[in-house]
């Protein structure tokens, strides 16, 4: 499963990544939980009180605290390295601005589903969650289990 948090101060925005990201996790059988956040600060709270996320979705230019501020303070405040951060922004000026924060990805508004897609697949290709298991939505149920493939080595033989 994997946690994901949206945070853009525009509302239509957020329900449509909210809904891109679901639609991906249905294509590709997978579980994905998200959680919207209209302010830099409710989302840096939310973190900081001990309320995990794997991969955050995150508008540069929010009203108080900005994207970018938020991402500093979840790398330097909080020590955590482990959440992946997509930043979006409708300017491409931003880009160098993040380095410090070590993003996953940029992305430009109006995201489209492709950039979502890539985005995701770019996440889960990182962090190894697709080797070991499957996983399939049947109805309302969310089910899964863990293979492993093991090796078929050549025989050769002894004369």
Known sequence: MIRAAICDDEIGTCSDIENMILNYAKRQALQID???FYSGETLFW????KDKYDLIFLDIQLVQLNGVQVGKQ???QLGNEKISIVYISAKETYAMSLFQVRPLDFLIKPVKQKNIDE???????????MKNDFSFIQGNS???????RFPILPVMERK
């Not at 939310?46 to 009180?49: A, D």
């Not at 969310?142 to 492993?148: A, D, E, R």
């Open 34 to 36: 998200t959680e919207v």
């Open 46 to 49: 939310t973190i900081k009180n």
């Open 74 to 76: 979840i790398r330097e």
């Open 119 to 129: 985005t995701l697949d770019k996440y889960i290709r990182l962090n190894h969650l």
């Open 142 to 148: 969310y089910s899964g289990c863990i293979w492993m």
